[in-house]
């Protein structure tokens, strides 16, 4: 099998600005460590504040990097999550259909496991909301009754406006009180 070469850029979001650099620099680092990866470049750029928020800064690396194989090069993808990716070379690639289909079952694998660590955490988070139910029903029918109904502002002029009402409600048709 021939070596890839990718070009891949990494991002982050996060506070303060220090924090979203050293993070990103951890993280190329921890990538460059990986068994069967090689990075032949890295450009870091520094982070920027994010126009929806006073708060999160951006920033990201552009990586170009040799892998040993297919399988190291889905591994990152799949352990690292690139905003971007770019195979460089080589231009067309021969994979035997015994290797194709072993790189489409550990795929399929890798996907089953996300799906059953995602299905897990749903179960749990619905167990803890349960248990909070059980031994809390106050919050929950704090958040499932609207704030007018648990919060009632009632003005001196609200309460003669809806006694008018009443009243208009008890007359018959003549005008005259039933």
């Known amino acids: 099998m021939e070596k890839i070469q990718a070009i891949m850029i990494l991002e982050i979001l996060g506070k303060p600005a220090d924090y979203v650099s050293g993070s990103l620099n951890e993280l190329v680092n921890r990538l ?27 920033t990201f690396a552009e990586l170009e990097i040799e892998f040993e194989t297919i399988e ?7 352990a690292y999550m690139p905003a971007h990716v770019e195979v460089v070379s ?43 139910r059980q031994f809390a029903p106050a919050v929950f029918k704090q958040l499932t009754t609207p704030p007018q109904a648990t919060n009632p502002i009632i003005t001196e002029e609200k309460k003669q406006e809806m006694s008018a009402k009443k009243k208009e409600g008890k007359k018959g048709k003549s005008g005259k009180k039933k």
């Open 90 to 132: 080589p231009e067309n690639l021969a994979l035997p259909a015994a290797y194709f289909n072993d790189l489409g079952n550990k795929i399929i694998q890798r996907m089953h496991n996300y799906d059953a660590i995602t299905k897990k955490t749903l179960y749990e988070n619905q167990i803890l909301l349960d248990k909070l």
């Open 72 to 78: 190291m090069y889905l591994a990152v993808l799949f």
């Open 32 to 58: 460059g460590k990986e068994k069967g990866v090689k990075i032949l470049n890295k450009q870091f750029h520094e982070p920027l504040s994010v126009k929806e928020s006073k708060e999160l800064f951006t």
